[in-house]
T-cell receptor
Framework: DVKVTQSSRYLVKRTGEKVFLECVQD?????MFWYRQDPGLGLRLIYFSYDVKMKEKGDIPEGYSVSREKKERFSLILESASTNQTSMYLC??????????????FGDGTRLSIL | AQKITQTQPGMFVQEKEAVTLDCTYD???????LFWYKQPSSGEMIFLIY??????QNATEGRYSLNFQKARKSANLVISASQLGDSAMYFC????????????FGDGTTLTVKP
């Protein structure tokens, strides 16, 4: 079974702090994703990565950056945390091809509170 | 641009009955995939079922089936013989046919199964 592990289930930080959310997958998947989930807004893509050191902005990248130095690890960085970044953050991974029927595999999520 | 619409924020169903969760989508791409995920209150996202745009038959996986009507751009999830453990949030998602294609998610439907 694919395992996607997020470093924390719950995290509390203060405004202005630099926050790191870590995600590790164990199945050699090329694609990795960071989403935030807010009530009534579904999942919104922050960033995704299709290979080591490759990244692409999603729908809401402002205030975030990412790092992928190794294939198995994809980090989300909040450069200067603000209260409007309080949310549930989900990491996912997915293999590349053939076809498009491969689902994403998700971690358990990190509930981040910015005070 | 792709868009997924789930018009039912919340649904109730009696245990052992069937329930249909609606999903409509909008895309100009000829080749795409449709996915349903389940998110229990614990937070993890679980892949349920997949339908490809060129698949001739509706997808089925155990108690889950997908009522795919391509001309109407709908991909409704049908859960038969509902169980208490089916109480969760359900997300419909779509991805176009590129290996690094991003997925677009709907806002989700919260299903409550009543004993």
């Amino acid at each position: 079974d694919v395992k996607v592990t997020q470093s924390s289930r719950y995290l509390v930080k203060r405004t202005g702090e630099k926050v790191f959310l870590e995600c590790v997958q164990d199945m050699d998947h090329e694609n990795m994703f960071w989403y935030r989930q807010d009530p009534g807004l579904g999942l919104r893509l922050i960033y995704f990565s299709y290979d080591v050191k490759m990244k692409e902005k999603g729908d809401i990248p402002e205030g975030y950056s990412v790092s992928r130095e190794k294939k198995e690890r994809f980090s989300l960085i909040l450069e200067s945390a603000s209260t409007n970044q309080t949310s549930m953050y989900l990491c996912a991974s997915r293999p590349v091809g053939p076809g498009i029927n491969q689902p994403q595999h998700f971690g358990d999520g990190t509930r981040l509170s910015i005070l | 641009a792709q868009k997924i619409t789930q018009t039912q924020p919340g649904m109730f169903v009696q245990e052992k009955e069937a329930v249909t969760l609606d999903c409509t989508y909008d895309t100009s791409d000829p080749s795409y995939g449709l996915f349903w995920y389940k998110q229990p209150s614990s937070g993890e996202m679980i892949f349920l079922i997949y339908q490809g745009s060129y698949d001739q038959q509706n997808a089925t996986e155990g108690r889950y089936s997908l009522n795919f009507q391509k001309a109407r751009k709908s991909a409704n999830l049908v859960i038969s013989a509902s169980q208490l453990g089916d109480s969760a949030m359900y997300f419909c998602a779509m991805r176009k046919d590129t290996n690094a294609g991003k997925s677009t998610f709907g806002d989700g439907t919260t299903l409550t199964v009543k004993p």
